[in-house]
């Protein structure tokens, strides 16, 4: 069965500093990866997928995030935070093939002090 | 990116009563859509799957009868959650994908319903 495993409820940093947001994953096959962010009483808007290539992926606002198949693990990064990113963060993983279902991990709530 | 819209944003509605939610794929074709329930301060959870023409496909433990689902057309799905309980208050939020399995989901701006 599928499942995504975000260890952190809560990641806090320092404006300006780093951030890193862990998820792992578990699914049969080739995992499709995407990272999503969510405001407050508002719907998910997408940051960035991994589908295949290369593991590093870019997406928007400055976040990046590194696919390690033999860790399992696709953990969201940005080099430099901003208080803006301070949101709910969710990583998700679909199976390849037939399987359409996106499986949610519990998310991270980030907060980035000034 | 696609544009899911999603209405109401917000509702308020008397127990007993029915509420529908209407999910739209304003710039692409969508056979499936998915419908979701976010309880405060937790993940998403898929509610069912909405597919155009047919029957919707509903997760373990989800009232088909209580919560009706019909995809009528490849650009709108609605969701009725009926005779409405003060239980039922929830984030309820839409999703639907443009392509491929390998694509993106892009999500409407959800419905927060309160049932009192």
């Known amino acids: 069965a599928q499942s995504v495993a975000q260890p952190e409820d809560q990641v806090n940093v320092a404006e300006g500093n780093p951030l890193t947001v862990k998820c792992t994953y578990s699914v049969s096959g080739n995992p499709y990866l995407f990272w999503y962010v969510q405001y407050p009483n508002r719907g998910l808007q997408f940051l960035l997928k991994?589908?295949?290539?290369?593991?590093l992926v870019k997406g928007s606002y400055g976040f990046e995030a590194e696919f390690n198949k033999s860790q399992t693990s696709f953990h969201l990064k940005k080099p430099s935070a901003l208080v803006s990113d301070s949101a709910l963060y969710f990583c998700?993983?679909?199976?390849?093939?037939?399987?359409?279902?996106?499986?949610f991990g519990t998310g991270t709530l980030l907060a980035v002090q000034p | 990116g696609a544009v899911v819209s999603q209405h109401p944003s917000r509702v308020i509605c008397k127990s007993g009563t029915s509420v529908k939610i209407e999910c739209r794929s304003l710039d692409f074709q969508a056979t499936t859509m998915f419908w979701y329930r976010q309880f405060p301060k937790q993940s998403l959870m898929l509610m069912a799957t909405?597919?155009?023409?047919?029957?919707?496909?509903?997760e373990q433990g989800v009232e088909k009868d209580k919560f009706l689902i019909n995809h009528a057309s490849l650009t709108l799905s609605t969701l009725t959650v009926t005779s409405a309980h003060p239980e039922d208050s929830s984030f309820y939020i839409c999703?639907?994908?443009?392509?491929?399995?390998?694509?993106?989901?892009?999500f409407g701006q959800g419905t927060r319903l309160t049932v009192v």
């Open positions: 998700a993983v679909r199976a390849g093939g037939a399987t359409n279902k996106l499986i």
């Open positions: 909405s597919n155009e023409g047919s029957k919707a496909t509903y």
């Open positions: 991994y589908i295949t290539g290369d593991n």
């Open positions: 999703s639907a994908r443009p392509g491929g399995s390998g694509t993106e989901a892009f």
